[in-house]
């Protein structure tokens, strides 16, 4: 599927699309930036900023959400319904972003 997002904020920001079958894109987003990309309809974005204290997690965004165009077939829109109960924990087992040494 479609998605975009918007880095609203004054800082740098890393995107975390995470999705099934081990399906995973990583970029970085500056300032006002629109990032446009393609995951799968179950797929989970994380933003990710550093702070003083390091790595900070600053939302968690179901990918369905972030849809620029919604799916039209009535399977995909099952699926799409189906992927919005996502469950809080459930990749909290991902590393944080990796600090400079």
């Not at 800082?11 to 300032?31: N, W």
């Not at 974005?45 to 550093?50: D, L, R």
């Not at 165009?69 to 189906?82: D, F, G, I, K, N």
């Amino acid at each position: 599927m479609a998605c975009s997002y918007r880095n609203t904020s004054d800082r740098m920001v890393i995107l975390r699309c995470i999705g099934p079958e081990e399906f995973f894109l990583e970029r970085v987003v500056f300032p006002f930036e629109l990032l446009s990309f393609q995951c799968p309809l179950s797929s989970v974005v994380k933003i990710w900023t550093h702070s003083i204290g390091g790595p900070e997690l600053v939302d968690t965004i179901d990918a369905g959400d972030l849809l620029v165009e919604v799916p039209c077939e009535p399977t995909q829109l099952e699926a799409l319904q189906s992927s919005r109960s996502y469950t809080a924990g459930v990749l909290d087992d991902e590393l944080p972003l990796a600090t400079a040494s």
